[in-house]
């Protein structure tokens, strides 16, 4: 076994001449060859731990290559850990101005197994453990069957990672993967590769193995493609990354060129039956935005052992109490127009939106941007009293007829047949049933309607294109509720880690706390109630080292009776400001039996709870 020595191979000078051209002669160089002889560096062992490699290049003014069992690199000084014993090559060389040249490869025996460097579940669960390997598929097969996801890609921001596709799949919007994590690039679309076929043609894909059996090894065989690649990996479980040398995930043929580097990848989602690997794809070779393509897989257990669910279309899940929400807002007629802002979108069958488009500046170049101009003629009046509608078009033209609502949330229509142009080619319009089903409900902090989106049920396609309407000013009959201020004594706010569950907790009143015997605002004021508002500020935080850094927080309200009793809507709290949470219940609250804020997770991560100052700036009653 060679170890701890310096190596210095054997050289031959070549020197590079241009021919003259013929009309005037010019001389040109490319510099000096370095030859193998003047190639110098170092290749040893740890002295305790042999699996542990230590590249170290000593050839000044050069660009190192190295070849390893583990992948390329380019590093004067790396590190490279094998875990298993066997024979291994390595081969150096440099590119220097004179080109490339390359030295003998060097053979190294390693006797010894040192386990730890795949001693994390995520190598188990890439790999099936050491002896082991694991084979994996696109979730997409020659059916054009996803078993596990909605399709077999999907698209990120190329700073997304592990932790905001995780957020993400907890329902956080852009705004607070953003705020949390710190990331600029970052936004999702999970597109359904049903209604998106356009995405890559259904087809048997191939195979894709990752072994550690005597090496980490990976075969991926590229049915598509036409090739089988079979190379080496290493993956960080730390950072979430994955690299192969001399071999690519499985992917579509379509994008074959539209990655420089198939071996640099994010590891998203990693779990025992399902995995999803990120590379970025390139503007210039794409001719598209920089973004991040997540394929997603599945292993082939879990497609072997896979049994469809005979389940029915999922369908919006409208709030409780929906019918009297809209009632409300209805009590004699309200009239309907498009918002402004977010006019449009695509809605899957349960009603979410395909698209983030929060504002005009989100759409994209391939629909264009809302023009409110456009539309700003057209209101859709609907009359709870006797059923009428009254429909206007941009153009001012009137239809009236009437409407039925039913307890999905469908509304049918007769007499009317709406149709104009919203953005580019996207037009407003009923279903080929006359129909809009509610998708969504959109509601303010006092629980008052200011919005709802309708979709129109696509014939062909499992999908809806949604509309965003809003109530017109005027428009209902009756005002929305009013908010009373409380009078609060921050003197008597209690506040910490009142529970020793880690969390920060601001009580400002609890049956079975502090507060009890002398509250800082009057109880009496919470006897009758429909909504809370609570704007917080918080000073002088300072956490740990290696803290979370973005925490859930939320109001925690029980009333008289403990019923109703929950949470109100999530916030991000991520250190010192100020922060407005709500509590809307849905259904009318009578008295006070908990009132607090948690934040939850950060006590444990508060270095000094001490130094931490909380005020309470304002308590709104609806």
Not at 284 to 291: I, R, V, W
Not at 485 to 498: E, V
């Amino acid at each position: 076994m060679k170890t701890n020595k310096l190596y210095i191979v054997f050289s031959l000078l070549a020197v590079l001449m241009l021919g003259f051209s013929a009309c005037q002669p010019e001389e040109y160089s490319l510099g000096e060859m370095i030859t193998q002889n003047n190639l110098k560096y170092r290749i040893v062992q740890d002295a305790e731990d042999p699996n542990m490699v230590i590249l170290q290049s000593l050839t000044e003014g050069v660009t190192p290559l190295w070849v390893t069992p583990m992948g390329r690199s380019s590093h004067i000084v790396d590190t490279v850990r094998i875990p298993f014993s066997g024979d291994y090559q390595f081969v150096y060389g440099v590119q220097s101005a004179g080109g490339f040249v390359q030295a003998d490869t060097f053979d190294l025996t390693i006797t010894t197994t040192n386990l730890m460097y795949v001693d994390d579940p995520l190598w188990a669960l890439l790999t099936g453990g050491v002896g082991e390997e694991k084979t994996w598929l696109l979730d997409l097969n020659e059916e054009g069957q996803s078993r596990y996801f909605k399709g077999p890609l999907y698209f990120f921001g190329t700073d997304d990672n592990w932790d905001s596709r995780a957020l993400y799949g907890k329902g956080k919007d852009t705004d607070a993967v953003r705020d949390a994590l710190g990331l600029e690039d970052t936004w999702n679309w999970s597109p359904v590769w049903e209604g998106n076929q356009w995405l890559m043609p259904a087809a048997n894909f191939g195979t894709m193995t990752f072994s550690l059996q005597g090496n980490a090894t990976v075969s991926v065989n590229h049915e598509v493609l036409g090739r089988v690649d079979n190379g080496t990996y290493f993956l960080d479980a730390d950072a979430k990354r994955l690299s192969l040398t001399d071999a690519a995930p499985l992917h579509d043929e379509g994008r074959d060129g539209h990655v420089i580097n198939w071996g640099d990848i994010r590891v998203m989602n990693l779990t025992e039956d399902a995995m999803q690997l990120g590379v970025i794809r390139d503007e210039a070779l794409s001719g598209e935005g920089p973004a991040m393509l997540v394929y997603n897989y599945v292993s082939k257990d879990y497609y072997d052992n896979w049994v469809p669910e005979d389940l029915p279309d999922p369908e919006p899940e409208l709030p409780s109490g929906w019918q009297e929400d809209v009632s409300k807002v209805v009590t004699t007629s309200i009239t309907w127009t498009l918002s402004d802002q977010t006019p449009l979108n695509w809605c899957n069958l349960d009603g979410t939106r395909m698209n983030e488009w929060n504002s005009p500046e989100d759409y994209p170049d391939w629909l264009g941007t809302p023009d409110p101009s456009v539309y700003e003629g057209f209101a859709l009046t609907m009359n709870s009293e006797d059923n009428t509608v009254e429909y206007v078009a941009p153009d001012g033209t009137t239809e009236t007829g009437t409407y039925a609502l039913d307890e999905k949330g469908i509304y049918t229509f007769d007499g009317i047949a709406p149709s104009f142009s919203v953005i580019g080619w996207a037009s407003f319009g009923l279903s080929a049933d006359n129909q809009l089903r509610i998708m969504s409900i959109e509601k303010d902090a006092a629980g008052k309607v200011t919005g709802m989106w309708v979709g129109a049920k696509d014939p062909e396609k499992p999908e809806y294109m949604g509309f965003h309407l809003v109530p017109a000013a005027g428009g209902a009959s009756e005002e929305g509720p009013q908010a009373t201020s409380l009078t609060f004594d921050n003197s008597k706010l209690a506040y910490g880690d009142i529970e020793e569950k880690g969390n920060l907790r601001l009580e400002l009143f609890n049956e079975y706390g502090s507060t009890k015997a002398d509250p800082p605002l009057a109880t009496s004021e919470l006897a009758s109630f429909n909504s809370l508002e609570v704007t917080f500020t918080l000073s002088g935080i300072t956490l740990n080292e290696g803290a979370v850094g973005s925490y859930d927080a939320s109001i925690l309200y029980s009333d008289a009776d403990w019923n109703p009793s929950g949470n109100g809507e999530t916030i991000i709290v991520n250190g010192d400001g100020t922060y407005t949470a709500t509590f809307a219940p849905g259904s009318l609250s009578e008295g006070v039996m908990v009132f607090v804020v948690d934040i939850v997770g950060m006590g444990e991560d508060i270095a000094d709870m001490t130094a931490v100052t909380a005020t309470i700036d304002e308590v709104l009653v609806y």
